[in-house]
């Protein structure tokens, strides 16, 4: 199982970015999806989620500028990211709850993102 990110860069703030991770590999499903952003000298922190379903989880940072969808048909997250922030510059890693035999996570290789003038 392999999750594939791609779509950081480097953006002006107020600026708009679209990040996508796809799922390839041998599975049965894809339970719940997400993002998360590591800072430099800073922990991981979870931006959003999806389940299955379309349920929504955001960070209070990125509520209401951010964006988390997913298409089940092609196992793939993406995440919409509007009015950045220089704030918002991090490695951003999907996540995703892989049912094989049992449901594991897996991690995407990360994609920065740099908000700059």
């Known amino acids: 199982v392999q999750l594939q990110a791609s779509g950081g860069g480097l953006v002006q703030p107020g600026g708009s970015l679209r990040l996508s991770c796809a799922a390839t590999g041998n599975f049965r499903s894809i339970r719940d999806m997400g993002w998360y952003r590591q800072a430099p000298g800073k922990q991981r922190e979870l931006v959003a989620s999806?389940?299955?379903?379309?349920?929504?989880n955001y960070a209070d940072a990125v509520r209401g500028r951010f964006t988390i969808s997913r298409d089940n048909a092609k196992n793939t997250v993406i995440l919409q990211m509007n009015t950045l922030e220089p704030e918002d510059t991090a490695v951003y890693y999907c996540?995703?709850?892989?049912?094989?035999?049992?449901?594991?996570?897996?991690w995407g290789q990360g994609t920065q993102l740099t908000v700059s003038s």
């Open positions: 996540k995703a709850g892989v049912l094989r035999v049992r449901e594991s996570p897996y």
């Open positions: 999806i389940t299955r379903g379309g349920a929504t």
